[in-house]
């Protein structure tokens, strides 16, 4: 060995050893798991962006890990207890998947109840911080919001008043809608979204209740010929409440500044960008089905107040139930109406 080589490697021996940070050498790894395919409006265009902006404000030291179409293994009905037993550290789900889990929640899955995604979200958010916390005391709640507004996909029929309905079999996105179906005359069926094409094309369901944005994921726009939605400034069909939880033990583990980073992604604002999100691709939806040659038909306004007359009992239900758990829900009720009207857009 020359010299020369020997102060190389007597330089590279005393040349004192670069260190990353523990935080940066081991960055915090989230596995985030949801029941929706990753090609889906709700992951591609809302879930992945909130994963990659935590990513970002957290230096790289928040690293998430995404799994969809339950790729982890479950059933949607068991990701709530997914993110509670620490089986996995965030999902995104909804509340009508467990029936009777989340009943103060549930008032805005009522029919003709909400008016939008942004607002109805914002809404959510605040009602239930203020009066059904507890239902999500188990975990971190990161976000409580809803979608645009649901819409009725029919395979063979159009849709055009509530007597139309009879004896059509559809599928319905939680309890309270199964309810405001067989109110109307129609065979509910309950089902989580991944079942609804292949029930479609076997016969099993006539149509299907979903917003316009899940229509792609679930080939509706190949599958039914024929969409019925309420006239514009009415509530529409119904919605569902969904969220956004964490394993508990996991965020209170997290260093204070990673902490702060969830946090700043999480909440009022984060739960209206989520139902903003969403809602932005159903015009763009709306047009594809109308641009394939399917037909879309608006149900006229006497229609509409036949449609919600019917489906009261629906909501007299949810108040009997509700303070039958010892809740006042006529109380909850009337506020969860107010936040509705207080965020709806208006004209």
């Given at each position: 060995?020359?010299?020369?080589?020997?102060?190389?490697?007597?330089?590279?021996?005393?040349?004192?050893?670069?260190?990353?940070?523990?935080s940066?050498?081991?960055?915090?790894?989230?596995?985030?798991?949801?029941?929706?395919?990753?090609?889906?409006?709700v992951?591609?265009?809302?879930?992945?962006?909130?994963?990659?902006?935590?990513?970002?404000e957290?230096?790289?030291?928040i690293?998430?890990?995404?799994?969809?179409?339950?790729?982890?293994?479950g059933?949607?009905?068991?990701?709530?207890?997914?993110?509670?037993?620490?089986v996995?550290?965030?999902?995104?789900?909804?509340?009508?998947?467990?029936?009777?889990r989340?009943?103060?929640?549930?008032?805005?899955?009522?029919?003709?109840f909400?008016?939008?995604?942004?607002?109805s979200?914002?809404?959510?958010?605040e009602?239930?911080?203020?009066?059904a916390?507890d239902?999500?005391?188990d975990?971190?709640?990161?976000?409580?919001?809803?979608?645009?507004?649901?819409?009725?996909?029919?395979?063979?029929?159009?849709?055009?008043?509530?007597?139309?309905?009879?004896?059509?079999?559809?599928?319905?996105?939680?309890?309270?809608?199964?309810?405001f179906?067989?109110?109307?005359?129609?065979?509910?069926?309950?089902?989580?979204?991944?079942?609804?094409p292949?029930?479609?094309?076997?016969?099993?369901?006539?149509?299907?209740?979903?917003p316009?944005?899940?229509?792609?994921?679930?080939?509706?726009?190949?599958?039914?010929k024929?969409h019925?939605?309420?006239?514009?400034?009415?509530?529409?069909?119904?919605?569902?409440?969904?969220?956004?939880?964490m394993?508990r033990?996991?965020y209170?583990?997290?260093?204070?500044?990673?902490?702060k980073?969830?946090?700043?992604?999480?909440g009022?604002?984060t739960?209206?960008?989520?139902?903003?999100?969403?809602?932005?691709?159903?015009?763009?939806?709306?047009?594809?089905?109308?641009d394939?040659?399917?037909t879309?038909?608006?149900?006229?306004?006497?229609e509409?107040e036949?449609?919600?007359?019917?489906?009261?009992?629906?909501?007299?239900?949810?108040?009997?139930?509700?303070s039958?758990?010892?809740?006042?829900?006529?109380?909850?009720?009337?506020?969860?109406?107010?936040?509705?009207?207080r965020?709806?857009?208006?004209?």
């Amino acid at each position: 060995m020359d010299r020369r080589t020997l102060l190389k490697s007597a330089a590279a021996l005393a040349a004192p050893a670069i260190v990353l940070p523990a935080s940066a050498q081991n960055p915090v790894k989230l596995r985030l798991h949801t029941f929706v395919p990753a090609t889906s409006n709700v992951y591609s265009k809302v879930i992945t962006p909130w994963m990659q902006k935590i990513e970002k404000e957290s230096g790289g030291r928040i690293q998430f890990e995404g799994y969809a179409s339950m790729q982890l293994g479950g059933a949607p009905a068991q990701l709530y207890d997914q993110s509670r037993d620490g089986v996995v550290d965030v999902i995104w789900s909804l509340a009508g998947y467990t029936p009777g889990r989340f009943p103060r929640s549930e008032v805005f899955e009522l029919p003709f109840f909400t008016y939008d995604g942004e607002g109805s979200s914002r809404a959510v958010w605040e009602y239930v911080s203020a009066n059904a916390a507890d239902e999500f005391r188990d975990v971190k709640l990161l976000a409580a919001h809803t979608h645009g507004l649901n819409i009725l996909h029919m395979k063979n029929k159009v849709i055009t008043k509530a007597a139309d309905l009879k004896g059509m079999k559809v599928r319905g996105p939680s309890r309270r809608a199964t309810q405001f179906l067989a109110n109307v005359g129609a065979v509910p069926v309950g089902m989580p979204l991944p079942a609804i094409p292949d029930a479609l094309s076997k016969g099993v369901i006539d149509g299907a209740i979903i917003p316009w944005d899940t229509v792609p994921a679930a080939k509706l726009d190949e599958l039914t010929k024929f969409h019925t939605e309420f006239p514009q400034g009415m509530p529409g069909f119904n919605n569902s409440v969904q969220f956004l939880t964490m394993n508990r033990a996991r965020y209170e583990n997290l260093p204070a500044d990673l902490k702060k980073v969830i946090d700043n992604n999480s909440g009022a604002d984060t739960s209206a960008m989520y139902g903003r999100v969403i809602a932005q691709a159903d015009p763009i939806v709306r047009k594809s089905v109308i641009d394939r040659g399917n037909t879309v038909h608006v149900v006229g306004k006497p229609e509409t107040e036949e449609f919600i007359k019917l489906t009261e009992p629906v909501t007299a239900d949810w108040v009997k139930e509700v303070s039958g758990k010892g809740f006042d829900g006529n109380k909850l009720l009337a506020e969860a109406r107010a936040l509705i009207q207080r965020y709806r857009p208006k004209a």
